[in-house]
């Protein structure tokens, strides 16, 4: 008799998400500027056309890694923010988390090391794309707490992009007066640089 796990099929992984776990992997063992399009596509199982067909090129696959990396780590925060209920404490474990979980990143860590012409341009002089994504982010981390009254930015895109560039400083700065590899330093520089900036002011609220 068949038992009822039998029965039950995993859902076949999408095309879409094979080519990002490959892309991850082929990035982090090879680095960026010596990963192709067929590269990926080997790794993945898929043929090249495939790969164009459900993503793009090389730069689109980059793009597909960084946000499904970003929502690996919105879900890992949600985790870790499961039983806090106390809005400033939340704020300062949200940020040292971002910080740690990017700082601690394989790939990151990769292309900081061995292709730092790389990845710098992107942080940096290039960076708009990146600030974007990181200010959104973090304007989606702190949203919930402009609704509970705990901060209150005039506008919370700039407030969230203030916070962003702070972050993105720690990450690529690492020493200083704040140790970006020390989580308790990290959560402390936002307890005392990031709340006050973002503590309840007269004026109208832009959620």
Same mark, same amino acid.
């Not at 859902?11 to 067929?38: C, H, M, W």
């Not at 870790?80 to 404490?89: C, H, S």
């Not at 690529?172 to 704040?178: F, M």
């Given at each position: 008799?068949?038992?009822?796990?039998?029965?039950?099929?995993? /859902? &076949?992984?999408?095309? %879409?998400?094979?080519i @990002? *776990?490959?892309?991850?992997?082929?990035?982090? +063992?090879?680095?960026? /500027? =010596?990963?192709?399009?067929? $590269?990926? @596509?080997?790794? @993945?199982? !898929?043929? =090249?056309?495939?790969?164009?067909?459900n993503?793009?090129?090389?730069?689109?696959v980059?793009?597909?890694?960084?946000?499904?990396? @970003?929502?690996?780590?919105?879900?890992?925060?949600?985790? #870790?923010? %499961?039983?806090?209920?106390?809005?400033?404490?939340?704020?300062?474990?949200?940020?040292?988390?971002?910080?740690?979980?990017?700082?601690?990143?394989?790939?990151?860590?990769?292309?900081? *090391?061995?292709?730092?012409?790389?990845? !710098?341009?992107?942080? %940096?002089?290039?960076?708009?794309?990146?600030?974007?994504?990181y200010?959104?982010?973090?304007?989606?981390?702190?949203? &919930?707490?402009?609704?509970?009254?705990?901060?209150?930015?005039?506008?919370?895109? =700039?407030?969230? #992009?203030?916070?962003?560039?702070?972050?993105?400083? !720690?990450?690529?700065? &690492?020493?200083?007066?704040? $140790?970006a590899?020390?989580?308790d330093?990290?959560?402390?520089?936002?307890? +005392?640089?990031?709340?006050?900036?973002? *503590? &309840?002011q007269?004026?109208?609220? /832009?959620?």
């Amino acid at each position: 008799m068949t038992g009822s796990a039998d029965l039950i099929q995993e /859902r &076949p992984i999408e095309p %879409t998400d094979r080519i @990002a *776990k490959a892309a991850l992997a082929q990035f982090t +063992d090879f680095g960026i /500027r =010596r990963t192709s399009v067929e $590269d990926i @596509a080997a790794r @993945a199982g !898929l043929s =090249r056309v495939t790969v164009y067909r459900n993503v793009g090129s090389r730069d689109e696959v980059i793009r597909l890694v960084l946000r499904t990396e @970003a929502q690996r780590a919105m879900r890992e925060l949600d985790q #870790e923010l %499961t039983d806090e209920t106390d809005p400033e404490a939340t704020l300062e474990i949200g940020f040292a988390f971002l910080v740690r979980f990017i700082r601690e990143h394989p790939l990151f860590d990769r292309l900081l *090391k061995t292709e730092p012409e790389t990845l !710098l341009p992107s942080v %940096t002089v290039e960076g708009g794309p990146f600030l974007d994504f990181y200010r959104e982010l973090i304007a989606d981390s702190l949203r &919930p707490l402009v609704r509970a009254g705990s901060i209150a930015p005039v506008d919370l895109e =700039r407030a969230a #992009e203030g916070v962003a560039r702070l972050a993105i400083s !720690l990450i690529l700065t &690492p020493s200083g007066l704040v $140790d970006a590899d020390d989580p308790d330093a990290v959560a402390a520089f936002a307890r +005392d640089t990031l709340l006050p900036m973002l *503590k &309840p002011q007269s004026g109208d609220r /832009r959620v």
